[in-house]
């Protein structure tokens, strides 16, 4: 069987490039599976991740011959829903380079990512209910997150498909590059990510991610481990050493 996540693993990230060119790169179950592996190595070795798809397209959506088949009892199992989660819930961040169409389970994946930029040719939205579903993999709650409540209302109770500087506009997207340069773009970023101290970077993300109502208590006990690290007394002496110099 071949795979439908092609992986490439560098020292301080991964690139992962959905690979379904004969479906658009829609998300069957074996992608899903795979995505479950690599978020388990990458819990286990955490890294930047960054996701991207082939073709001129991130995910065309959810494979519809399989949802077609799906019934009460998949549903309740969240396939789709618990592998996003997961991409959602890593260590370190994850930057979505979205190119084309990303569109259903496409667009819920892309909206697990901490970081997503896109290319002229984005298009994106959940056009569910046109399909007699819901965006159940996690649009109903990240969306508002991203866009606020209102404009995700809208995206998913009218189904309607964003384009690339309608999405920069709404703040789904944080930039666009041509095609061509969109990888090299994300790794610009990763760059950057990578830079910073990791232990600051994961604890960051950790209160990103956490409810509203673990504010502020959860910022200061990330912030007193920090306090005690070695690289923080590392990093503020080097810091106070070259503006002595200056």
Known sequence: MSESVRIDWRPDRVVATLDRPEARNAIDRQMIDELHALCAALEADPRVLILAGSG?????GADIVQLRARRAEDARRGINTAAFQRVRALPLPVIAAVDGYALGGGAELAYAA????GTPTVKIGNPETGLGIIAA????????E????AR???????GRILGAEEALSWGLLS???PSDELLDAAHAIADRIVAQDALATRHTKTALRAPTDAHPAIELELQAELFESPE???RM???LERKGRR
């Open 56 to 60: 001129g397209v991130f995910a065309s």
């Open 114 to 117: 901490d970081i997503r930029i």
């Open 137 to 144: 993999a996690g649009a109903t709650w990240r969306l508002p």
């Open 146 to 149: 991203i866009v606020g409540h």
């Open 152 to 158: 995700a209302s809208e995206l998913l109770l009218t």
């Open 175 to 177: 930039a666009i590059h």
């Open 232 to 234: 923080k007394m590392r």
């Open 237 to 239: 002496t080097e810091f």
